[in-house]
């Protein structure tokens, strides 16, 4: 059983059980593609930009134009979740708390879903006829945050965001979908101390003081301290921040990743399945538990931006 459990019991005074912070559940599932997928393996299609030619005379031949096509492959993988309550357990405490187990587990599974994302938004991606090619995701899809004087690297500021949206446009990304950016707490707080913004758009950020964060220069921001960090050395420019030469070095820095909707997609195998069961084995003690098949790929490197952010 948990050993943890005791801590409930009624000499403590405690009528109910309560979650200690955590964050509860997925706060990005919302913000990517989501397809079923059948069994272990899942394989997505992809089309490229044709190009149309001049056609040569009255009455020629009719061109054929070969499409780029190409495809990515998302894996399924199995996650699962499991504690035990004695009987014992439930009288000391005077509640039944399968519920208040069953609600942690699917939050602990529903953070498993965010680390799926961004650990596939710089991953590599697998995908060729049969899935075995990987494509690393480009240094030029990076930029590095960095100060008003171009000489260090810096948290999260404006500048850096204008540069990512830069990235996106650049690289002709249908305006009409959503882009979004996780982040986490220091970066956020970087962001508000920005003083290079007009006055409109502080009333914007200002309301990230208040909680309600919303959208910021075309982002729509998501909160997670689930954010990964650049391991090992990785120059860029102190001058324009660009990723891959130079002096500088975003080793330890942040990774706070920017992408559009379709950009990364979660491969939904099997979604939270709960069961709570007596265990025969286990003196007959409940057991609450919980399973899931999920997994991720990043569709397309120009729908994801990382911003390389240092931490103050």
Not at 40 to 67: C, L, W
């Amino acid at each position: 059983m948990s050993t943890q459990i005791t801590t409930a019991f009624v000499k403590q005074y405690s009528a109910n059980v309560f979650h200690l912070s955590q964050q509860n559940g997925s706060v990005l599932e919302g913000a990517v593609r989501k397809e079923q997928v059948r069994g272990n393996e899942g394989y997505f299609e992809r089309i490229g930009a044709a190009t149309a030619v001049v056609k040569a005379s009255r009455h020629s031949d009719t061109p054929q134009i070969d499409s780029d096509h190409s495809r990515r492959r998302v894996t399924m993988l199995d996650y699962e979740w499991a504690d035990l309550i004695d009987d014992q357990d439930k009288i000391r405490i005077l509640i039944s708390p399968e519920s208040a187990y069953a609600q942690s587990a699917a939050w602990a599974l529903g953070r498993v879903k965010d680390d799926i994302v961004l650990d596939n938004a710089d991953g590599l991606a697998y995908g060729g006829a049969d899935g075995t090619t990987s494509t690393a995701h480009p240094n030029i899809q990076k930029v590095a945050s960095i100060n008003a004087a171009a000489s260090a690297g810096a948290a999260l500021n404006v500048q850096a965001l204008r540069r990512a949206s830069k990235k996106f446009d650049q690289a002709n990304v249908n305006k009409s979908l959503m882009k979004h950016i996780a982040y986490n707490a220091q970066q956020k707080e970087s962001l508000l101390s920005e003083t290079e913004v007009t006055s409109a758009d502080f009333n914007t950020v200002r309301a990230l003081v208040q909680g309600d964060i919303d959208t910021f220069m075309g982002f729509k921001f998501h909160h997670t301290e689930q954010t990964n960090v650049q391991a090992g050395a990785l120059n860029f420019a102190y001058a324009t921040g660009a990723v891959g030469s130079s002096s500088g070095d975003a080793d330890t820095y942040d990774k706070v990743v920017a992408w559009v909707q379709d950009g990364i997609l979660l491969g939904m195998g099997m979604e939270v399945k709960g069961r709570i069961s007596e265990r025969s084995d286990k003196s007959y003690a409940t057991q609450v538990y919980a399973a899931m098949s999920m997994g991720g790929v990043r569709m397309e490197e120009e729908k994801v931006v990382v911003i390389l952010c240092k931490e103050d």
